[in-house]
T-cell receptor, first 111, second 116 residues
Framework: QQQVKQSPQSLIVQKGGISIINCAYE??????FPWYQQFPGKGPALLIAIRPDVSEKKEGRFTISFNKSAKQFSLHIMDSQPGDSATYFC??????????FGGGTRLMVKP | GAVVSQHPSWVICKSGTSVKIECRSL??????MFWYRQFPKQSLMLMAT?????????EQGVEKDKFLINHASLTLSTLTVTSAHPEDSSFYIC????????????FGNGTRLTVT
């Protein structure tokens, strides 16, 4: 059972555009939703995270939107840059337990 | 920020040999460390959860006798791939948490294992 579904699998965006990646979860007990960025040959790095008591969190060009009723959350990358080209993973966990990862989205930002 | 160091970053070994991968939390004590496996263009699959001073908890389908995990201190966990075979070739990534709550999970830079 895939508890966190991520889409799209791949995404191509022009420089300066907005990249949007979506995730949906099934377990209503999840209470922590981070996003990770991974470059080839490297481990994932925490980008931004949100808890279900807020609907949006913004850090620089990165914004998480959270819809608790729909059990969905998304990552928006504003003014996308070629350096943002990477694989992005959403994840979810409950009560500090292990993270469940989405399938990943390979983002390519064209100059 | 928190740093997790993983060593080696890549290793090539012959089939039948064993390989040890180290994971260290450099500036915090990690009560829990996690070991993941990642195949090309795929997501991270949790292999096991390692708690300091106790036996690791393995995910379903992961052979505990093949993937030996030792968490001897609050800053070091090791994964030993025993009697490695070509199908064990993969990217292995460790991660660590500072506490048992919803603190961020910090990842090492991974180890690329190639078994010939």
């Amino acid at each position: 059972q895939q508890q966190v579904k991520q889409s799209p699998q791949s995404l191509i965006v022009q420089k300066g555009g907005i990249s949007i990646i979506n995730c949906a979860y099934e377990n209503t007990a999840f209470d922590y939703f981070p996003w990770y960025q991974q470059f080839p040959g490297k481990g994932p790095a925490l980008l931004i995270a949100i808890r279900p008591d807020v609907s949006e969190k913004k850090e620089g060009r990165f914004t998480i939107s959270f819809n608790k009723s729909a059990k969905q959350f998304s990552l928006h990358i504003m003014d996308s840059q070629p350096g943002d080209s990477a694989t992005y993973f959403c994840a979810a966990s409950k009560a500090g337990n292990m993270l469940t990862f989405g399938g990943g989205t390979r983002l390519m930002v064209k100059p | 920020g928190a740093v997790v160091s993983q060593h080696p970053s890549w290793v090539i070994c012959k089939s039948g040999t064993s390989v040890k991968i180290e994971c260290r939390s450099l500036d915090f004590q990690a009560t829990t460390m996690f070991w993941y496996r990642q195949f090309p263009k795929q997501s991270l699959m949790l292999m096991a959860t390692s708690n300091e001073g106790s036996k690791a908890t393995y995910e379903q389908g992961v052979e505990k006798d093949k993937f030996l995990i030792n968490h001897a201190s609050l800053t070091l966990s090791t994964l030993t791939v025993t009697s490695a075979h070509p199908e064990d070739s993969s990217f292995y990534i460790c991660s660590a948490k500072r506490d048992s709550g919803n603190s961020p999970l910090h990842f090492g830079n991974g180890t690329r294992l190639t078994v010939t």
